[in-house]
């Protein structure tokens, strides 16, 4: 079956723009993640969406940073008035039940160049 | 969830058995060992989860110490396709809604 989709699979803007990144995750997985890797460092978790609850924020670095989950499937992370170092790969992932031993499934990622 | 450390980058001959270490000394009983890898511009995968029983499935076995303290991932019979770096993360099943804290992973080069 279809597995978790990005879009862009690249996305080249300039400092101070605003850029939407999309994630479709597995259907009927009810538990979404978003991730980022930046150069050389590891994955770092940004923001964790399950069914109708409010969303774990805990990991986005700054206010610039939002995401949205319409309808309990696809997401969109924003990223407004970009900076050089949001510069990075990001990670969608999706898992049919959330917190359980069910393992989570990634996306081939948004690598995204602020420039 | 506790700490893990891993070596930073370890070679394997193709055909011959991976062993990839990971140390988790402070790991809490109610925490599972889970092991994924990321090949090189991928997302990462899912390999193999355990809590204190050794486990086995179609990629890899995991072998963890009766403390619980250290577990070592093997790859049976590596090939060129396995090269890619491997993280060893340990949580609680239910904690926090299951986000995963990635740390920096072994880089596995397997060679011809």
């Known amino acids: 079956g279809a597995g978790v989709s990005q879009s862009p699979s690249n996305k080249v803007t300039e400092k101070g723009k605003d850029v939407e990144l999309r994630c479709d995750p597995i259907?009927?997985?009810?538990?979404l993640y978003w991730y980022r890797q930046s150069l050389g460092q590891g994955l770092e978790f940004l923001i964790y969406?399950?069914?109708?609850?409010?969303?774990?924020k805990s990991g986005l670095p700054s206010d610039r940073f939002s995401a949205e989950r319409t309808g309990g499937s696809v997401s969109t992370l924003t990223i407004q008035r970009t900076q050089q170092e949001d510069s990075a790969v990001y990670l969608c992932?999706?898992?049919?039940?959330?917190?359980?031993?069910?393992?989570?499934?990634f996306g081939p990622g948004t690598r995204l160049t602020v420039l | 969830d506790a700490k893990t450390t891993q070596p930073t980058s370890m070679d394997c001959a193709e055909g011959r058995a991976a062993n990839l270490p990971c140390n988790h000394s402070?790991?809490?009983?109610?925490?599972?060992v889970y092991w994924y890898r990321q090949i090189h511009s991928q997302g990462p995968q899912y390999i193999i989860h355990?809590?204190?029983n050794n486990e086995t499935n179609e990629m890899a076995s995991l072998i963890i110490t009766e403390d619980r303290k250290s577990s070592t991932l093997i790859l049976p019979h590596a090939t060129l396709r396995d090269t890619a770096v491997y993280y060893c993360?340990?949580?609680?099943?239910?904690?926090?809604?299951?986000?995963?804290?990635f740390g920096q992973g072994t880089e596995l080069s397997v060679k011809p």
């Open positions: 969406f399950q069914g109708n609850s409010a969303p774990d």
């Open positions: 992932a999706s898992s049919p039940i959330p917190g359980t031993l069910n393992e989570q499934f």
């Open positions: 993360i340990v949580r609680v099943a239910y904690n926090q809604g299951g986000k995963l804290i």
């Open positions: 355990g809590l204190k």
């Open positions: 259907s009927g997985h009810t538990a």
């Open positions: 402070t790991i809490s009983g109610n925490e599972y």
